[in-house]
């Protein structure tokens, strides 16, 4: 079975920062992107950022560029979001995804889903 295991919700000041950690396991295969999406009070769930398990390679939304970096331990299978120059739009609900590569970056491409973990960026 595919696990994605979440963590680093926390309460943050806007300008602040957080870290979250994603442990994927049970992937067997390179072919998958691991990132984030996330679901805001009475929005859509968007995606946020993506890393290639085969490459490194890098996807961001706009809203988040320059401010987000995704990066990963392959040794360890964890795959960490660096937020910084957190704003109040950033609260939300995130979820780790696991992604087919080369699919299109959305919520109904995503083929594994893990549980949500809460991030509140106050004004």
């Known amino acids: 079975d595919v696990q994605l295991q979440a963590f680093g919700a926390g309460f943050v000041q806007a300008g602040g920062y957080l870290r979250l950690s994603c442990v994927a396991s049970g992937l067997t295969s390179d072919d998958y992107h691991i990132g984030w999406f996330r679901e805001a009070p009475g929005k859509e769930r968007e995606g946020v950022s993506a890393?290639?398990?085969?490459?490194?390679?890098?996807y961001y939304a706009d809203s988040v560029k320059g401010r987000f970096t995704i990066s990963s331990d392959n040794y360890k299978n964890t795959v960490y979001l660096q937020m910084n120059s957190l704003k109040p739009e950033d609260t939300a609900v995130y979820y780790c995804?696991?992604?087919?590569?080369?699919?299109?970056?959305?919520?109904?491409?995503?083929?594994?889903w893990g549980k949500g973990t809460l991030v509140t960026v106050s004004s």
């Open positions: 995804i696991a992604i087919t590569s080369g699919r299109y970056f959305n919520k109904d491409g995503v083929n594994y």
């Open positions: 890393i290639s398990r085969r490459d490194g390679s890098t």
